[in-house]
């Protein structure tokens, strides 16, 4: 009797416990839809060639985001060149090098703390450092060099994890073949975990674009149309500073909607790439 009234008890757990993840996902899904379906509908009628293809102009009264687009884009190419050997190369340390532990867990707890950290108080930092400190002023190098910091943890933690997933005996059999230490790194580890180090590398492609608290105080909102090594000297905005502008300064709703569907657009891609590289990697891994 008591073993019956236990199984049933237990069936009623698993099928309420189904039922609550069942409705989370649902939730979760329909939420997700909903933000997809609003932006696009709002944003995709005001998308216009001329939008994407002209700067703005007081004179003639045209609104264009040509040049957020490319200052996001320096943006992302800057932020990217610094921040992955900087983060790979300690990962790499910390993984393969480094012996004190203890230094190890203190280095790890550091980049954790930093990965929690608001991203306005990166701006703040990024302003009295690089801006004044350094002398950089308003540009989108200090933007980028404030963003590199912010970056740097999830570059070494996804980094650290993919180099833990090769097997130890991929190393031995390496040593045991007389291959030195960076040998090994760079030929048997690097290899072996690269699907990791890519997904890592977009997934911060995807914050770096998505980011604006921080480059308010150290890019600025300039719209000026220029190449890369003048526009990164410069103040400039991008997409979605451009996107707090127009909507919040300018009420120019419209094009406010239309830039934040072309970030979902992106965003989608950005996670699509995410999952493509690694699901390539992981299938050339298997053969």
Not at 33 to 39: E, M, R, S, T, W
Not at 84 to 110: F, R
Not at 153 to 182: C, D, N
């Amino acid at each position: 009797m008591k073993s019956e009234k236990l199984a049933a008890k237990r069936r009623f757990y698993d099928k309420a416990m189904r039922s609550f993840m069942l409705i989370s996902v649902a939730a979760i899904s329909a939420l997700v839809l909903f933000l997809i379906v609003y932006i696009m509908a709002k944003g995709l009628p005001n998308i216009s060639w001329e939008l994407l293809t002209t700067k703005p102009s007081r004179l003639k009264g045209t609104i264009g985001i040509l040049p957020d687009i490319l200052n996001t884009i320096y943006i992302v190419i800057s932020t990217l060149l610094i921040v992955l050997p900087i983060g790979v190369g300690a990962a790499i340390y910390l993984t393969e090098y480094a012996t004190n532990h203890k230094l190890v867990s203190i280095i790890e707890y550091t980049t954790e703390t930093l990965s929690g950290i608001p991203s306005i108080i990166y701006g703040l930092v990024g302003m009295i450092f690089f801006c004044e400190f350094l002398h950089l002023g308003t540009s989108l190098l200090a933007g980028s060099l404030t963003l590199v910091i912010m970056n740097l943890p999830t570059i070494m933690r996804t980094t650290q994890e993919s180099l833990k997933t090769v097997p130890q005996s991929y190393r031995e059999g390496a040593f045991g073949l007389g291959a030195g230490k960076w040998r090994v790194v760079r030929t048997v580890v690097l290899p072996g975990c690269v699907d990791g180090i890519i997904t890592g590398c977009i997934l911060s492609v995807g914050r770096i674009m998505g980011e604006t608290a921080a480059l308010f105080y150290t890019a600025g909102f300039a719209h000026a149309l220029s190449g890369f090594f003048e526009g990164m000297v410069n103040s400039g905005a991008t997409l979605t500073v451009s996107l707090y502008v127009y909507a919040k300064e300018n009420g120019e709703f419209e094009v406010a909607f239309a830039i934040a569907s072309i970030l979902m657009i992106l965003t989608v891609l950005i996670n699509l790439s995410a999952s493509l590289v690694q699901s390539y990697y992981q299938k050339r891994r298997s053969l």
